[in-house]
């Protein structure tokens, strides 16, 4: 009869096996982010951004996409999109980046902001108010 295997051993071993396995998959990342471009690994240059977007209807919006040199309008549906023009007239670039940000809609990311931080209220001033009266 064979006796049962010891559980601290059991224990080292898949401990150091699992150590192996995540220096593996964490020298994998380290090539792949040293010999691929900055982009494809999530780098801070992006070249598309959305500048604004729409809701027209259900599943249905309208986008700016921004790209170099001008600005796409496309149409997104549920199933595809569609490019509806072609922003390039300077003038018209330069007042669509400088719109403020407040004249906007929220995005998703702000309003989720906005609810989740505490709110500032300022307390009344009871010194004030009580000081008028006799």
Known sequence: MSAAPDLTTAAIKMVSSLGVVLLIVWALYRIAKSK????TMGGKA????????QYVGVKKSIALVQI???ILVVGVGSDNVNLLTQIDDP????????????????????QLNRFTKPQQHKSPDLHNESAGTP
């Open 36 to 39: 691929l471009p900055i982009n």
């Open 46 to 53: 992006k070249l598309i951004q959305i500048v604004d977007s």
């Open 68 to 70: 170099p040199g001008s």
């Open 91 to 110: 003038d018209i670039l330069n007042s669509i980046k400088t719109t403020p940000k407040k004249h906007r809609a929220l995005s998703f990311k702000d």
